[in-house]
């Protein structure tokens, strides 16, 4: 049966009711929490606070068979949370419960908020801290079909659950398989690495035969044009680039280029500051033929190393031990190139520096690529689960004053 038909005609004629959702769920904040809070009391139940995933694990909880929460406070608010079983519920994140008398399933209303992401996201303020008010969320409406028959309503809720659960726990599947892939790819460039089985050179970063560091320069965002000269501002560093890049998101003026720090094929382009102790100090790789313009809070390594092999040098844990006594600074992190060039990294003949890369871009290909593996497939995956919700939940609304 094709798809399309299949939903008109479960869908054919519903009637529908629009209800303020405080007269469907009770709205209740959380408990009080903190990250130490958890550090003091480890233990085995997720805190959900203000972000989708856990905060941490503590001893104690406060929620038990109640999964669906919304974030009320910060720069998560607004989203929509699912945890099943006992958990902590803490204060930036309200308890959406489903009042006894009510004919909804916890599914449906969980994929109806989803799916009305937007409308919630207009109900919060973002005048200094972002926040949901609870008074304005209960007056949100949501459809409820055939109120006046709750049976049958309980049946189109369950069918409508069934057909998107199918999409969510494929791509749960897929999301595992992911995160099984990059363990496992995180191991093997941590052992590939490490050299624990063999003898190997350790030599520092800033060794006068190994490579030096440049300071980026005065580069921004307004300087940015639609074409030019390719350059990479640091930020970039965190959101679109991955181990190596022979193309750039963006670029600057001819002009602009002539004044500006550059990095050479081969280079890695290193960011020096980051809001978290984590991204501070990634690299990528710059593979293309040009020379590219390079900000500041960035700076490049010029090396006669594979370039490859060290970028990925980068991401193992061996150079996070060495780069964490470096990290300076309270709100934003950094690193100074002086202190990055005397980090040891493990320099053996450029044939195994070769072999080890081949290896290793096996698993980034199927592990990062969005052309090619499995976040590809993850991602055509939640579109076709959103394409059929917004099919499924988008209800005709009743315009004010009709009967």
């Known amino acids: 049966m094709n798809g399309n038909h299949f939903m008109s005609k479960l869908l054919d004629g519903v009637d529908v009711e629009w209800k303020p959702l405080g007269d469907v769920v009770t709205v209740k904040t959380g408990g009080a929490v903190n990250k130490q809070k958890i550090s003091d009391n480890p233990g085995p139940y997720a805190v959900i606070n203000s972000g989708r995933e856990p905060l941490g694990f503590i001893n104690d909880w406060n929620t038990e068979n109640d999964p669906i929460g919304i974030t009320s406070r910060g720069a998560g608010v607004g989203s929509i949370t699912w945890q099943e079983g006992r958990y902590f519920r803490g204060n930036l994140n309200y308890a959406v419960t489903i009042k006894p008398e009510e004919k909804v399933q916890v599914r449906y209303l969980y994929h109806l908020l989803l799916q009305m992401q937007s409308e919630i996201q207009a109900l919060c303020t973002f005048d200094g801290i972002p926040a949901l008010n609870a008074g304005n969320l209960k007056e949100l409406k949501i459809p409820i079909p055939y109120p006046e028959n709750p049976d049958r ?13 199918a999409f969510t726990k494929l791509t749960a599947e897929l999301t595992a398989e992911l995160s099984a892939r990059k363990k496992q790819y995180n191991y093997y460039r941590d052992k590939l690495l490490s050299f624990e089985d063999c003898e190997v050179e350790w030599k520092r970063l800033g060794a006068e035969d190994i490579g030096k560091f440049i300071r980026g320069g005065g580069l921004q965002k307004k300087d940015f044009t639609e074409t030019g000269v390719g350059c990479i501002h640091y930020g970039q560093i965190y959101t679109h680039y991955g181990t190596y890049a022979n193309t750039t998101k963006t670029c600057v003026s001819e002009a602009f280029a002539q004044k500006a720090k550059k990095a050479h094929s ?24 040009e020379d590219i313009a390079v900000s500041s809070d960035a700076c490049i390594y010029r090396h006669n190393l594979n370039p490859k092999y060290v970028s990925y040098f980068f991401q193992t844990e061996h150079f996070q031990k060495q780069k964490r006594p470096f990290i ?14 005397k980090i040891l ?28 593996g499995l976040p590809r497939e993850i991602k055509l995956r939640q579109k076709q689960y959103e394409y059929y919700r917004d099919m499924l939940l988008s209800f005709p609304k009743v315009e004010e004053g009709d009967t």
Do not use: H, Y
């Open 328 to 341: 300076t600074g309270t709100k934003v992190r950094r690193v100074n190139a002086d202190n990055l060039a």
């Open 266 to 289: 081969g280079d890695l382009v290193i960011a020096t500051t980051s809001e978290n102790d984590d991204d501070v100090c990634k690299a990528v790789a710059w593979l293309g033929s």
């Open 345 to 372: 990294i493990p320099v053996p003949r450029m044939q195994e520096q070769e072999r080890i890369v081949s290896i290793l871009d096996k698993f980034d290909a199927l592990t990062n690529s969005i052309a090619d």
């Open 153 to 165: 309503s309980l049946q189109i809720q369950a069918e409508i659950v069934r057909i998107l659960d």
